[in-house]
């Protein structure tokens, strides 16, 4: 069994910046890559920005510039940076994990997400 919790969302005014964490924890053996997703009212998920083990990352095209990705493999934990926060940036937050447990099976699991909002 492994655990996703996601942290640091909130309300931030438009040009802000935000750090969100999310750590994974329980019968980890390794960890093929973390990524961070979004969910507006009304609109499908998408990825925002995602980091393999060798560190490797992928962003959105509406990010680029603004956001970064990092993880600390040590810890199975990555972050996300967001600066020059826009309203359209506004949505939950959900970290996903995916690697293999002690016993050798894969595991892609899910935070609660974490609400950014960013308004004046």
């Known amino acids: 069994q492994v655990q996703v919790v996601e942290s640091g969302g909130g309300l931030v005014q438009p040009g802000g910046s935000l750090r969100l964490s999310c750590a994974a924890s329980g019968s980890i053996f390794t960890m093929y890559a973390m990524g961070w997703y979004r969910q507006a009212p009304g609109e499908q998920r998408e990825l925002v920005a995602a980091?393999?083990?060798?560190?490797?990352?992928n962003y959105v095209d509406s990010v680029k510039g603004r956001f970064t990705i990092s993880r600390s493999n040590a810890k199975n934990t990555v972050f996300l940076q967001m600066n020059s926060l826009k309203p359209e940036d506004t949505a939950v937050y959900y970290c996903e994990a995916r690697g293999a447990t002690m016993k050798g099976a894969n595991f892609d699991s899910w935070g609660q997400g974490t609400q950014v909002t960013v308004s004046s």
């Open positions: 980091i393999t083990s060798g560190g490797s990352t």
